[in-house]
């Protein structure tokens, strides 16, 4: 970490994580306690937001306030408003998500129109009021988590990865709108990462990562998913020198990146399908190249 930076001086007292009660949306929360902040963590379920809060009040000596909200409910700004009581958050990173997946018709449409309700109302509707906030008074910083399904079409994930594509370029756009009020702002780039909501779907579609994150006997050139960890702490220490407007989790996802650009769009969205469909057909559970839902 960049010891130039004192968090709490250019941006203020407060954090907020928004699904930040394990997983990837804890480590975050942990990395925001590291450089000093005091952080609101919210989740829907209490016991879990209360045991992370006493990690990282123990492992960091900082406030944590936990709010129980679930974004999937229309009215979830004002269920957060009412649990933080007032104080002003100067520092938020949205993170949960929803993701359901399997084939476009296959899935009913109400499974598409909740992914659309937790990935792009609940984070317009979030992000909104508090960038506004940090705005009027000059700093702070916003971060939204999108994911690699974002980066073009994607099999069985067509609804999930357009969401996260609004959530990718809303930050990209705040980078550069926020910036002019002097208050930072990135979308963070995420691929597999082995936490809590990604060993489920494993487990659901009985893929070798079920029951761990490096299993032997990998196919050849099979990605293993990052510790959500390492993803905080890669986030942070690019934020700690400069804010970009896309910031990978992983360098191996940037490196891909690169070599995906150089594709057409038709060769990207046949490459990537094509690995998740290889994906089905290598779970042993699963009736062949048939995507389960999830
Ligand atoms: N894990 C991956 O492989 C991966 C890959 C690409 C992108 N991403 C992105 O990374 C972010 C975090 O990923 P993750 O899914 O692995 O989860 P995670 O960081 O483990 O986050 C789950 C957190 O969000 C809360 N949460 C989940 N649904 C919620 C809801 N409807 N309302 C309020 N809180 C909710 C959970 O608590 P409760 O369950 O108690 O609510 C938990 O605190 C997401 O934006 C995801 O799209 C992840």
């Known amino acids: 970490m960049d ?4 968090y709490k001086a250019r941006y203020g007292d407060w954090a907020m994580v928004v699904g930040a009660s394990y997983g990837l949306g804890e480590a975050l929360a942990r990395e925001l306690a590291r450089r000093g902040m ?9 016991d ?5 809060a006493s990690r990282i009040r123990d ?3 900082v406030d944590v306030k936990t709010v129980a909200a679930d974004l999937s409910d229309p009215g979830v700004l004002d269920v957060i408003l009412a649990g933080l009581g ?14 359901h997946g399997g084939e476009f018709i296959v899935q009913d449409v109400e499974r598409h129109l909740a992914n659309i309700q937790v990935n792009c109302v609940a984070p317009t509707v979030v992000v909104h009021h508090f960038a506004r906030r940090m705005a009027e008074r000059g700093r702070g910083g916003v971060v939204i988590s999108s994911s690699l399904a974002a980066a073009q079409g ?24 926020l910036k002019r009020k002097g208050v930072d702002a990135a979308t963070f780039m995420i691929g597999s990462t082995y936490t809590p909501s990604f060993q489920r779907n494993q487990k659901l579609r009985q893929t070798p990562f079920a029951e761990t994150r490096t299993p032997e006997g ?17 986030l942070f220490a690019q934020l700690d020198k400069e804010w970009l407007p896309l910031i990978y989790a992983n360098p191996r996802d940037e490196e891909n990146a690169g070599k995906m650009a150089a594709l057409t769009l038709a060769e ?23 995507p389960q839902l999830m």
């Open 3 to 6: 010891e130039g930076i004192d």
């Open 48 to 52: 879990k937001l209360a045991l992370a």
């Open 268 to 290: 990207r969205i046949t490459l990537s399908s094509e690995a998740v469909v290889r994906s089905f057909e290598a779970a042993p559970g699963a009736k062949s190249g048939e």
């Open 154 to 177: 994607l099999y069985a994930w067509s609804s999930y990865g357009a969401s996260k594509s609004y959530e990718n370029l809303l930050g990209q756009a705040l980078w550069f709108e």
């Open 218 to 234: 990998l196919p050849e050139g099979t990605p293993v998913p990052q510790d959500p960890e390492e993803a905080a702490a890669n």
């Open 59 to 61: 492992d960091f000596r």
């Open 38 to 46: 005091n952080v609101v963590i919210t989740a829907r379920g209490h």
């Open 86 to 99: 007032g104080t002003e958050i100067d520092f938020l990173i949205f993170n949960a998500a929803l993701e």
